[in-house]
């Protein structure tokens, strides 16, 4: 679900979230 709403921002979930990147989200 995360990875959908940074979709929309247009920025990878680890920047928003501000953590490292999950190769299950990648």
């Known amino acids: 679900v995360e990875a959908r709403r940074s ?5 990878p979930v680890e920047i928003v979230m501000g953590h490292k990147p999950a ?3 990648a």
């Open 23 to 25: 190769a299950s989200s």
């Open 7 to 11: 979709s929309i921002l247009g920025l």
